[in-house]
């Protein structure tokens, strides 16, 4: 195992940098994950790491080793991608024999692993089948095979269930995350599917535009992103946003939205007249799930009805913005309807709208 330090890494293609001045820690035997949407840097960071990409400038140790200018072979690491990359006409044993068969390891010496490794991915049944015989879920366990034999300080993945359905998906989660603590070594693990960043990670790295926006545990940023773009990118539905303006209110001040509705404020954390004063431009942010059906309350017009089984999302329109609420009871609702609903202060989130940090 090993822990991983990167110092003001960035990467330039040409004139265009694509990384700028990443700086992160990963401690040995942690499960990071690199979220954010496409084209935000983060599989090309993954490639830094695992010496497919050139490091432009910067510095990256794994396991206290300097490793700029090591190549791949010389990390020890073991990358599972977003293909199988299997060969198609070898066995599932060879093509997880493949590695230890190039670097010239006697089979009496892989071969215990091998079978090891199959029995931990439920492949014991299947080492004599061929890649096209196999579902995509097993094909991407041979993949993962072949990482765990090389027996590597570090794993990386990049995007490895993108290929898969959503019931896959959802058991192969499961299935890294259950062998990631069989092994306890260090993972970076690339994805833009937030799910698979709450559920998996010991700690989450956003990523946007090339820069780290928010590090943090699963939790800590659902409860308190920093700013808006991790508010809108971590949950599902995602956050409700509403910009208005502060104005002055009995009990010190509250947010006015687009059509005057005044939402008041005094017991939201850390917000005050000196953090937002009358006349700031500020958004709210609350999430479908922390808003409550209310006899008193604020009147939302109900547009569309999404039944899920266990919850119901209402989509309709509150201060002129169009709104989420998820509601776990089920209700006689229908498209058309007003109802009224309520924040609770404790869940309301305020940002400053044109640099979208978080207030208070």
Known sequence: MAAVQLSGIYKRYGDTQVVHGI??????GEFVVLVGPSGCGKSTLMRMVAGLEEISGGELTIGGTRANGLPPQQR?????????????HLSVYDNIAFGPRIRKEAATRFKPRIEAAAKMLNLSGYLDRLPRALSGGQRQRVAMGRAVVREPSLFLFDEPLSNLDAKLRVQMRTEIKALHQRLKNTVIYVTHDQIEAMT???RIVVMNAGRIEQIGRPLELYDRPANLFVASFLGSPSMNFAAGVMVSAANGVALQLG??????LHGVNGVSGATAKPGAKVTLGVRPEHIEASNEGIPMDVEVIEPTGAETHLYGKIGGASWCVTMRQRASIEPGQRVTVRFPEQHMHLF????????G
Not at 23 to 28: A, P, Q, S, T
Not at 259 to 264: C, S, W
């Open 352 to 359: 400053d709208t044109e640099s979208g940090r978080r207030l």
């Open 200 to 202: 998996m990670a010991d």
């Open 23 to 28: 700086d992160l820690h990963i401690d040995d």
């Open 259 to 264: 059509d005057g509705v005044q939402i008041p």
């Open 76 to 88: 020890n690491i073991s990358m599972v991608f977003q293909s199988y990359a299997l060969y198609p």
